[in-house]
Structure formats: C-alpha cells, structure tokens
C-alpha cells in the first residue's frame, strides 16, 4: 500500500525557516518524481514544487522561488521541502504527492501538514 | 491556463446523476483530472487524462469532455461522494480549479 507521511509543520514567525519531510513506503521511491502541493485555509489546491525520480530536476511556481527549496534522498526514501523566507501567504496545508510512473498528474497524496507562518 | 468550476457548491440528492463542470481558458487537449477531498482528508484522483478511471474508484464516477470543456459525472449520487471536487490541468503547467463542494440534499 502506498503511504506518504508529512511531517514537520507548525508555526513559525514570519521571515524564518521550515523544513517539511514526506516519508514514502509501498512503492519503489526512486522510479517517481514527487511534489509539494498546498492549499491555503479554505481556498483551493495549489502546486508548489516538483522533483524528478533521481533529484536532477527540480520545479518551482513563481512565488516560492528562491525562497523554497525541493529535495530527496532516495536512500531514505523521503522528500523534503526547505522553506525560508516566510511570509504570512505560505500558511497553508502542504501536501506531499506522488506524480504518476511517467505521466504529469499526481495519483498518491498524503494527508498533509499545516504550517502557519504569523508573529 | 485558469480552470473555472461550476457550479461552486451543488445539491443534490441520494441516488440523483450529478455534473459538474470545469472550463478552461484555453484549450487542455485532455490532459485533465479530477480529484475528490473529503473533508479533513488528502485529495483522491478519480479520473485521469479526461476519461480514465483510476483503479479502485467506482464506476458511477466518469469524465468526458474536449478543447476546454470537461465534466465529471457521477450517475447515481450516494451518501460517502459528499466532497470537494477539483479539476486539474497538466497540458500547460499544472494548475486546479477552485474546486465544487458536493453536499446532500
């Protein structure tokens, strides 16, 4: 069974740093890209990062970049999410998700993680 | 590319066919799914590539649809589909729709 495992989330003051882990078992991690998708307090779904099966490519959406940073270790089978520079518009749940063995689409999610970003 | 869901929240009743739309501002060439999040839950993918049936999901839950327009349906409506349903397009970037809320009637 595949299971994805946020953790790391809480609060944190604004301008400072997080580091989001995703534990991964049930599947083979290094055959798959995996990504960071966030959904704001009762808004809709937004996709934040995505790396690819062996960590050579990485993908940001405009508003994180420079400021967040995707990564693996496949050894370990888990993805992180290093978030610095916070601001109060990066509170939200993060999802860890699983994109589909060679298609764009997201087939596995976790349950999430909050993190809220306020003084 | 913005998606547009509508209705933004649909009644209906147990047993009713319900559907729901999602409009894109350009053409997604079928690269659209649909997901489902029960509340406090993790989005689940229902439908993949317009018309795929991801494996394990109920066959009262189908897609269809081309250029920009897609729907989901659900062809006879029952207690545990009360959810948030997203559409998501991957043809130009990636990017979900506002989602339509699902509730009983």
């Known amino acids: 069974e595949v299971q994805l495992v946020e953790s790391g989330g809480g609060l944190v003051q604004p301008g400072r740093s997080m580091k989001l882990s995703c534990a991964a078992s049930?599947?083979?991690?290094?055959?798959?890209?995996m990504a960071w998708v966030c959904q704001a307090p009762k808004k809709g779904l937004e996709w934040v990062a995505t790396?690819?099966?062996?960590?050579?490519?990485?993908y940001y959406r405009d508003s994180v970049k420079g400021r967040f940073t995707i990564s693996r270790d496949n050894a370990k089978s888990t993805l992180y999410l290093q978030m610095d520079s916070l601001r109060s518009e990066d509170t939200a749940t993060y999802y860890c998700?699983?994109?589909?063995?060679?298609?764009?689409?997201?087939?596995?999610w976790g349950q999430g993680v909050m993190v809220t970003v306020s003084s | 590319i913005q998606l547009t869901q509508s209705p933004s929240l649909l009644s209906a009743s147990v047993g009713d066919r319900v559907t729901l739309s999602c409009k894109g501002s350009?053409?997604?060439?079928?690269?659209l799914a649909w997901y489902q999040q029960k509340l406090g839950e993790a989005p689940k993918l229902l439908i993949y590539?317009?018309?795929s049936l991801q494996t394990g999901i109920p066959s009262r839950f189908s897609g269809s649809g081309s250029g920009t327009d897609y729907t989901l349906t659900i062809s006879s409506l029952q207690p545990e589909d009360v959810a948030t349903y997203f559409c998501?397009?991957?043809?130009?970037?990636?990017?979900f729709g506002a989602g339509t809320k699902l509730e009983l009637k």
């Open positions: 998700a699983r994109r589909a063995y060679y298609a764009p689409y997201f087939d596995y």
């Open positions: 049930g599947f083979t991690f290094n055959n798959y890209d």
């Open positions: 790396i690819s099966y062996d960590g050579s490519s990485t």
């Open positions: 350009q053409n997604i060439n079928n690269y």
């Open positions: 590539n317009t018309n």
């Open positions: 998501y397009q991957y043809n130009n970037g990636n990017t």
